[in-house]
């Protein structure tokens, strides 16, 4: 099937379908940096394209008609998401960009509608937002189904969930496509899954780089931290009784796990991560991540995601705890394997786009195995 690729991004939508063996003709996406990492990522000579959504004409689009089957995007969520100001269709600069892809659909007709949005959309002004567009898929002649999917059960370690609307033109072909189970499982390149080279080896000048244990991947040190927290590990030869190994916080505070208590003969990594809770932290080891965004609030809880990041942002502030107890902030390859992205996908983006810009359009992509499990199953 022949698919239009609108609010593109940087293609997660592409690659999934892609991937299922469906075939773009077009793609439209306003934001010029995206635009360089989808067109560095993707082949789109002799495709349609368009950049301001609002700035395509009906006759534009019923040019299309006949040569499209789906029409998917994740159209903002700004306006949904509990992180914004939840204005929904009141914000004239976003909230409305759903009535586009409905304008779209209605001088377009494809077969199918595939969209995406954050899963507040549900709850969004006591479910009348929800209400508002599955009345007017209905008024375009779209019979729709929706589910919400979390990435971390489609092989990603990512805390995320979305909610994805199916809209099957009425009187057309198309079969249920929900519900969609996910496997449940864990990419094998986990966020933990690092060494340690020694500074002064490998050309690595002045200090130690953490990378992944398989080489492919260099990642970044804690140096934008102001006194990074380190870990440090007292044995019997520290003056520990020798029957035990605990494991303290940088600032010497009271030991925060015991290692041994659970059979396990290996100490543990770990710290207090302070959080606005009744006990006032909560406890990281490898393997979780760390939301570092404003650490001074009193007020925020939910920092630790245990062994899985939590559901990127724009500025995907997540750090894990490294093999050489520091805490580190995500690269912008991991965010984007966090959503699925191949490396190579991530090598073409890092040749036209800086890391700011790599953060944001990790947080502002759709999860690709998710997008590939729904994708084929349309036919």
């Known amino acids: 099937m022949k698919f239009l690729d609108l609010f593109a991004g940087i293609g997660g939508f592409r690659l999934g379908l892609e991937q299922a063996g469906h075939e773009c003709v077009g793609f439209c996406e306003i934001d010029k940096f995206a635009r360089q990492s989808y067109k560095a990522i993707h082949n789109t000579e002799?495709?349609?394209?368009?950049?301001?959504?609002?700035?395509?004409?009906?006759?534009?689009?019923r040019t299309l008609r006949g040569t499209v089957d789906i029409i998917c995007g994740g159209f903002p969520c700004q306006s949904f998401s509990i992180a914004g100001k939840r204005k929904g269709f009141l914000d004239e600069t976003r909230g409305t960009l759903f009535f586009e892809i409905a304008r779209a659909a209605e001088q377009i007709k494809p077969r199918t509608l595939f969209l995406e949005n954050v899963r507040g959309l549900l709850s969004h002004d006591k479910g009348r937002?929800?209400?508002?567009?599955?009345?007017?898929?209905?008024?375009?002649?779209?019979?729709?189904?929706?589910?919400?999917?979390n990435s971390k059960n489609f092989g990603v370690p990512q805390n995320r969930e979305r909610v994805f609307i199916i809209g099957h033109l009425r009187g057309g072909s198309g079969r249920e496509v929900f519900p969609v189970r996910g496997k449940d499982?864990?990419?094998?390149?986990?966020?933990?899954?690092?060494?340690?080279?020694?500074?002064?080896?490998?050309?690595?000048?002045?200090?130690?780089?953490?990378?992944?244990?398989?080489?492919?991947?260099?990642?970044?040190?804690?140096?934008?931290?102001?006194?990074?927290?380190?870990i440090m590990v007292i044995n019997k030869e520290n003056g520990m009784p020798c029957e035990t190994n605990r494991v303290y916080s940088s600032e010497g505070l009271s030991p925060t796990l015991n290692t041994m208590q659970g059979g396990g003969g290996e100490p543990k990594i770990a710290i207090k991560i302070k959080e606005a809770t009744k006990q006032g932290y909560a406890i990281a080891e490898q393997g979780d991540s760390i939301n570092f965004s404003l650490p001074n609030s009193k007020t925020r809880r939910g920092r630790v995601g245990k062994q899985a990041?939590?559901?990127?942002?724009?500025?995907?502030?997540?750090?894990?705890?490294?093999?050489?107890?520091?805490?580190?902030?995500?690269?912008?390859?991991?965010?984007?394997?966090?959503?699925?992205?191949p490396d190579w996908a991530f090598d073409k983006a890092q040749e036209v786009n800086s890391n700011s810009q790599l953060y944001k359009q990790a947080g502002n992509s759709v999860t690709v195995p998710v997008i590939y499990e729904i994708a084929r199953r349309l036919e």
């Open 129 to 149: 937002t929800f209400r508002t567009i599955i009345s007017t898929l209905n008024e375009l002649g779209y019979d729709a189904e929706w589910q919400i999917l």
């Open 185 to 230: 499982e864990y990419l094998d390149s986990k966020i933990n899954n690092a060494g340690v080279i020694p500074y002064g080896t490998g050309g690595i000048p002045q200090q130690r780089a953490v990378v992944k244990s398989n080489g492919i991947s260099p990642a970044l040190l804690a140096t934008g931290y102001k006194d990074p927290q380190k």
């Open 46 to 61: 002799g495709e349609r394209e368009y950049h301001d959504i609002t700035a395509v004409s009906n006759e534009e689009w």
């Open 309 to 341: 990041a939590q559901t990127l942002d724009t500025s995907c502030n997540q750090a894990t705890i490294t093999n050489d107890m520091r805490v580190r902030k995500l690269t912008p390859r991991e965010c984007w394997r966090l959503q699925g992205f």
